[in-house]
């Protein structure tokens, strides 16, 4: 069975900083989907950035990037540049093939200070 | 991106009644619908995931006589929690889902409180 460890419950960031949240999981599929989600206070779910299993080349966007070590199967986030607004909960998840159902890590909380 | 409607945001409800929820995909047509529950300071917790048309399927652990979904049409779904107690006390979102895309949107949630 699919599995997702985000193994750091909480982590803090000075603002303008750069913070890495770290994720891994567990499958013996080839090809799959992985994603971070932001749950800020509203508890809105946003998708922060996704990545391709097939693609060896890591997901950017603006400031959000991914490392994604397939063979190691750890598909961490960094934050550049932490601004207050990236306070939210984030959570990891992996798309499992054929079931279109989404595995979610415990998630970790993330607090920007100025 | 998807625009996904909840309603209502909030409800209290007293134990033993039901509660409806509403989901709707507001600009795009979701052929399968997936219902969370989240709980304070925890992951989504997949509940259910509905076809369009179809009887839902639920996950292990969830009992289907007390979370009612309904997938009539590909912008509505609804859940209705049936005689609700205070441990159904949640956070549940929706989550629509359109064939051949892979990626998820999530309702803004529907915060449960039963007295």
């Known amino acids: 069975a699919q599995t997702v460890t985000q193994s750091q419950p909480e982590m803090s960031v000075q603002e303008a900083e750069t913070v890495t949240l770290s994720c891994t999981y567990d499958t013996s599929e080839n090809n799959y989907y992985l994603f971070w989600y932001k749950q800020p206070p509203s508890r809105q779910m946003i998708l922060v950035i996704r990545?391709?299993?097939?693609?060896?080349q890591n997901a950017t966007e603006n400031r959000f990037s991914v490392n994604f070590q397939k063979a190691a199967k750890s598909f961490s986030l960094k934050i550049s540049d932490s601004q207050l607004g990236d306070t939210a909960m984030y959570f990891c998840?992996?798309?499992?093939?054929?079931?279109?159902?989404?595995?979610f890590g415990t998630g970790t909380r993330l607090q920007v200070f100025p | 991106g998807a625009v996904v409607s909840q309603h209502p945001s909030w409800v209290i409800c007293k134990s033993g009644t039901s509660v409806k929820i509403e989901c709707r995909s507001l600009?795009?047509?979701?052929?399968?619908m997936f219902w969370y529950r989240q709980f304070p300071k925890q992951s989504l917790m997949l509940m259910a995931t509905?076809?369009?048309?179809?009887?839902?399927?639920?996950e292990q652990g969830v009992e289907k006589d007390k979370f009612l979904i309904n997938h009539a049409s590909l912008t509505l779904s609804t859940l209705t929690v049936t005689s609700a107690h205070p441990e159904d006390s949640s956070f549940y979102i929706c989550?629509?889902?359109?064939?051949?895309?892979?990626?998820?949107?999530f309702g803004p949630g529907t915060r449960l409180t039963v007295t």
């Open positions: 509905s076809n369009e048309g179809s009887k839902a399927t639920y």
């Open positions: 990545q391709e299993a097939y693609k060896q």
């Open positions: 989550s629509p889902f359109q064939a051949g895309d892979y990626e998820q949107y």
């Open positions: 998840a992996f798309l499992r093939p054929n079931t279109d159902k989404l595995i």
């Open positions: 600009d795009f047509q979701a052929t399968t």
